[in-house]
């Protein structure tokens, strides 16, 4: 019977798989003209492609004479437009060229689903005539975007509270920052919204409320030290950032020592973006494997979506003084039968001047054996050595981390991971000698002698 039942499944799969490339090599026919057009043609030099025929309804334009010149184009995958089917979140990798410097890869995005990006016209329109079509760069005039003139000197948390993760609970010593550094503007450096034009405040304002993610690169730039993805520039509704590297989840699979760096630099991020010399917490609401990049070169782990963050200004909590604002914050753990869940107030985020949320969501959802995702479970420390299994530490510290025990034993125990994951990623003192004796070896013996170091040593 079984058999049976196993010689239908696998009738049934190969019927599958076939009807599968049949109905991929019709669409192929069907859209062959298309095809090759998309390979002769530079679709991101098409105002209506990339949104500009959208402005001020848009990003920004600080990129669109690279755009326009033919500068940034598709890799080959991109250029194929019925793939955009399976490109929901609208991320496209393309290379960007100047003369003297070359070619280098970049990230381009749309910040938003075609569906997304269809609703936030639609509301333009309601807001500005009633009726979901409008003339979208006439109907920008009428809507709350267009709201702070000329005369409007600062932008103040009244105005935008709300709109979006970013400014959930702004201060205006965020939004100063937000204005100052804005990159799709000429005159940036002044916090006066005042000295952009008209268009660039509602670009703003737009990109804000739709989606903050530039934003928070400008504001907190990778220049300066911070784990996210260098912003490049915009043009309509294409935004250019930096090429980071591969996914997080690329490295699911790679060997422990490799594993262990990735995790120690996690919780290093965890703790630069909870405590930081500008007393600004940015807590991560979207934390999975999909979200973090890992460079080629250095192996620096870099957060490559930051669409969802919240900035919480300490020195405003502490002034204001809410109630409880210096009771420590344990993030609860919730039984959840999704991927990558978190559980979090926004509210309290934004009113407590300790929090361990960051540290939650990092051992959570990406370290720890509780960690799931695309059907995995395990985390990205899965399957440790032998003597670190019997050792038991790690263990424990993972499962504080995520779930905790004792009062406040979260805080403790990701410092306490922080510096065990360190101790992890350098060799002992024992392990430095063989290094020394190893280098002068065949590797055939290093391999019996030097059990666990880094192979890269022998050659």
Not at 68 to 82: A, I, K, S
Not at 164 to 181: A, E, G, T
Not at 268 to 280: G, P, R, S, V, Y
């Amino acid at each position: 019977m079984l058999r049976i039942l196993s010689l239908k499944f696998g009738r049934v799969y190969r019927c599958g798989k076939f009807l599968f490339i049949v109905a991929l090599f019709v669409i192929l026919l069907m859209n062959t003209h298309n095809l090759f057009a998309s390979f002769q043609r530079n679709e991101l030099t098409d105002r209506r492609f990339i949104g500009l025929n959208k402005c001020p309804a848009c990003f920004g334009t600080s990129w669109c004479r690279k755009f326009m010149n033919g500068q940034v184009t598709f890799e080959m995958w991109g250029r194929l437009r019925f793939l955009d089917f399976f490109n929901v979140k609208n991320v496209y990798f393309a290379q960007y060229g100047e003369p003297r410097e070359g070619t280098r890869r970049v990230v381009l995005k749309r910040l938003g689903s075609n569906q997304e990006l269809a609703e936030i016209d639609q509301k333009i329109c309601k807001r500005a005539t009633g009726r979901p079509r409008c003339d979208l760069i006439q109907g920008m005039y009428k809507t709350e975007f267009a709201r702070l003139n000329g005369d409007v000197r600062l932008l103040t948390p009244e105005v935008v509270e709300g709109w979006s993760d970013l400014v959930h609970c702004p201060s205006q010593r965020l939004l100063d920052r937000v204005v100052r550094r804005y990159a799709e503007t000429k005159d940036s450096g002044s916090f006066l919204l005042k000295n952009l034009k008209d268009t660039e405040r509602m670009q703003l304002l737009m990109t804000l409320a739709f989606n903050p993610e530039p934003l928070v690169l400008q504001s907190f730039p990778s220049d300066e030290g911070w784990p996210f993805a260098k912003y490049l520039g915009a043009c309509g509704r294409m935004v250019a950032v930096n090429y980071v590297g591969e996914e997080l989840w690329s490295f699911y699979n790679a060997p422990w020592e490799k594993r262990v760096d990735l995790a120690k630099q996690l919780m290093e991020i965890a703790e630069q973006l909870t405590n930081n010399d500008f007393d600004f917490a940015l807590y991560l609401l979207d934390v999975s494997f999909d979200n973090f990049a890992v460079g080629p070169r250095d192996g620096k782990v870099i957060v490559v979506d930051a669409e969802n963050i919240i900035v919480a200004d300490k020195r405003l909590i502490k002034q204001n003084k809410p109630e409880n604002y210096d009771v420590w914050y344990e993030s609860r753990y919730e039984e959840c039968d999704k991927e990558a869940c978190l559980s979090f107030s926004k509210d309290i985020l934004c009113s407590r001047v300790t929090v361990d949320h960051n540290y939650y969501a990092v051992c959570q959802n990406l370290l720890s054996r509780f960690a799931t995702w695309r059907g995995t479970t395990g985390g990205l420390l899965h399957d440790p050595p032998a003597d670190v299994v019997k050792d038991g530490r790690l263990t424990a510290l993972l499962d504080e981390c995520t779930r905790p025990q004792k009062q406040y034993g979260r805080f403790q125990a990701a410092k306490e991971l922080r510096e065990f994951l360190t101790q992890l990623t350098q060799p002992s003192n024992t392990n430095r000698e063989l290094l020394f004796g190893c280098r002068y070896q065949s590797c055939q013996h290093w391999l019996q002698s030097c059990p666990g170091l880094i192979k890269e040593v022998c050659t």
